[in-house]
């Protein structure tokens, strides 16, 4: 079956350009998931959908940073006026809800702020 | 809030051999998961094996399993016969989103 999907895979733009990212989470998971990774570094949470509930936006680092999910399905993670520090590899993650617990994580966008 | 630390950053093991990665946790919640994840220099994110805090046996998953410390509020992964294959890092998680910041395991042949 299909598994978690995001595109770009690869994105540069130019500082202060605005960005979008997409994810494709697995169908029927009502649980997504946006995270930062820089180099070498650990997950950062930046934000979660669960179900029709509002999202919890709390890791969200700035304001320049939203997502929506639209239908409960496809996700799209937006920076506005892109900085250099926002270059990072950004992944999402789907779980299903109703007794499963595994997060199943997508390829990953990198982006690159130059 | 929940908190995840894992203090070694990086580990060289032997082919073979066993490996431990140490990870602790902060929580206040009586109800939590924690996770094991895998990534590979190629970037995905694979997952590895889940303890619930009420589970009363340490999870196993084939080479990997999970020394579950509730007291110590640790979740240590041991890996057994390590494989070339396992070099990656490693991340510790717990299920309100928190990740530990990885630890990078090289097995030697």
């Known amino acids: 079956g299909a598994g978690v999907s995001q595109s770009p895979s690869n994105k540069v733009t130019e500082k202060g350009k605005d960005v979008e990212l997409r994810c494709d989470p697995i169908s029927g998971h009502t649980a997504l998931y946006w995270y930062r990774q820089s180099l070498g570094q650990g997950l950062e949470f930046l934000i979660y959908?669960?179900?029709?509930?509002?999202?919890?936006k709390s890791g969200l680092p700035s304001d320049r940073f939203s997502a929506e999910r639209t239908g409960g399905s496809v996700s799209t993670l937006t920076i506005q006026r892109t900085q250099q520090e926002d270059s990072a590899v950004y992944l999402c993650?789907?779980?299903?809800?109703?007794?499963?617990?595994?997060?199943?994580f997508g390829p990953g966008t990198r982006l690159t702020v130059t | 809030a929940q908190k995840i630390t894992q203090t070694q950053p990086g580990m060289f093991v032997q082919e073979k051999e066993a490996v431990t990665l140490d990870c602790t946790y902060d929580t206040s919640d009586q109800s939590y998961g924690l996770f094991w994840y895998k990534q590979p220099s190629s970037g995905e994110m694979i997952f590895l094996i889940y303890q619930g805090s009420y589970d009363e046996q340490n999870a196993t998953e084939g080479r990997y399993s999970l020394n579950f410390q509730k007291a110590r509020k640790s979740a240590n992964l041991v890996i057994s016969a390590s494989q070339l294959g396992d070099s990656a890092m490693y991340f510790c998680?717990?299920?309100?989103?928190?990740f530990g910041a990885g630890t990078t395991v090289t097995v030697r042949a």
């Open positions: 959908f669960q179900g029709n509930s509002a999202p919890d």
């Open positions: 993650a789907s779980r299903r809800t109703g007794g499963g617990y595994e997060q199943y």
């Open positions: 998680a717990m299920s309100k989103l928190s």
